[in-house]
Every structure is written in structure tokens, then in C-alpha cells.
């Protein structure tokens, strides 16, 4: 089975600051990874997903992730916050060709002036 | 295009009554997926419809929850004798086949008081 641990549920960053949110995945077989952004009142968007081509994977925003066999992660980073970037981001797992995602618990990011 | 729309936005109910929150998914996409999302945590998968048939229902936590998807486009999930722990949010989304990006639509809020 497929799980995703994303560590701290809330991150505060100033804004122009690096934005680092951590997504660690286990899985028994090579995953497919990806991380979806939620705004209020809105669905969940899809911001880059990872599916064992390049290891750094360049999504929209500004957003990108770099998938780590080794330590088994999947992070994602933005170099420069800004204010729109306050959100819910969620990071998830599955396998390759199956449809069933498996998400982490979320992590809220608030930008500060 | 217009995106997976989700009715009603928001639902309050009392315990023990029946309720049935729509989903129409991108026109098009042959793949509809119900998620729940409770408070704090990341979605979870509750069903996944190719086409009219339910192809997996192994998310859905008890057989109070039925969908349905009669036509291969609209859904609607059904939760019967409505419990206070059955409040979340109920996620919609869809995708061109199993294999393709799920888009997801912006939720209904279910209460039960």
C-alpha cells in the first residue's frame, strides 16, 4: 500500500522567502507522486506530478519537486513566496496506471507581509 | 470548459436523515472519483465509476453510502441514516480515463448537526 507523510501541517514564510514543503511517500512498488494546491472555497489543482521521468519536475506557479529515491521523498519548493501562495497544499502517492490517489494530511502555508 | 461542478455547495442536515450531493464531471471524461476530506486530514478515496459501472467501491466505509452514476456522466452519492462522524467534505473529481490527471471540483461541505 501507498502512503504519504507530510511533515508540519502549517508553514509561515515572509514573503520573497523560500517556500519548502516536505512530502515523504513509501511505497512497495515505483510510485507516481504529485502535489495538488487548494484554495478556499475552491477544488483541489493539480501543481506538477512526477511519474518516473526527470527526477525535477517543474510545475505551474513557479513550483517545483524533486523526487528522491534514496530518501524517499518528494519535496516541494518555491525559490520567492508570494502573497497568491497562500494555500493548502497536499501532497500524493499511487501507483503507475492506477487511479486511486492517496493523500498526505495537508500543509497550510500562510505568507506574511 | 466549464470544470466538475459540485451541488449543493454546502449541506446541513440532522442525524438519521438521507442525503444525495451531485457531481457533473468534465464533459467528456469517462472517469469519476468520489473522495471524502474531514477536518485536518487529506482526502480519501471513496468510489471510482468508469463509464455507468462503479469499478472499484472499496473507499466507502459502510453500506449507509451508495453512488451512483446511471448515464456514464452525472454522479450522485447517496449516504443514508446520516451520522454526526459522516461530516466532511465530499470531494468530486473526474478524468479522461483511469490513467489521466483527476480534476477536481470544489466540494460539498456536509453537516450533520
Known amino acids: 500500500a501507498q502512503s504519504v507523510t507530510q511533515l508540519g501541517s502549517h508553514v509561515s514564510v515572509s514573503e520573497g522567502a523560500l517556500v519548502l514543503l516536505r512530502c515523504n511517500y513509501s511505497?512497495?512498488?515505483?510510485?507516481?507522486l504529485f502535489w495538488y494546491v487548494q484554495y478556499p472555497n475552491q477544488g483541489l489543482q493539480l501543481l506538477l506530478k512526477?511519474?518516473?521521468?526527470?527526477?525535477l519536475v517543474k510545475g505551474i506557479n513557479g513550483f517545483e519537486a524533486e523526487f528522491k529515491k534514496s530518501e524517499t521523498s518528494f519535496h516541494l519548493t518555491k525559490p520567492s513566496a508570494h502573497m497568491s501562495d497562500a494555500a493548502e497544499y497536499f501532497c500524493a502517492v499511487t501507483k503507475s496506471n492506477d487511479y486511486k490517489l492517496s493523500f498526505g494530511a495537508g500543509t497550510t502555508v500562510t505568507v506574511r507581509a | 470548459g466549464a470544470g466538475v461542478s459540485q451541488t449543493p455547495s454546502n449541506k446541513v442536515t440532522e442525524k438519521g436523515k438521507y442525503v444525495e450531493l451531485r457531481c457533473d464531471p468534465i464533459s467528456g471524461h469517462t472517469a469519476l472519483y468520489w473522495y471524502r476530506q474531514s477536518l485536518g486530514q487529506g482526502p480519501e478515496f471513496l468510489i471510482y465509476f468508469q463509464g455507468t459501472g462503479a469499478a472499484d467501491d472499496s473507499g466507502l466505509p459502510n453500506d449507509r453510502f451508495f453512488a451512483v452514476r446511471p448515464e456514464g456522466s452525472v454522479s450522485t452519492l447517496k449516504i443514508q441514516r446520516t451520522e454526526r462522524g459522516d461530516s466532511a467534505m465530499y470531494l468530486c473529481?473526474?478524468?479522461?480515463?483511469?490513467?489521466?490527471?483527476?480534476?477536481f471540483g470544489p466540494g460539498t461541505r456536509l453537516t450533520v448537526l
Open positions: 473529481a473526474s478524468s479522461l480515463d483511469g490513467n489521466n490527471e483527476q480534476f
Open positions: 512526477y511519474t518516473s521521468a526527470a527526477t
Open positions: 511505497s512497495s512498488v515505483p510510485p507516481y
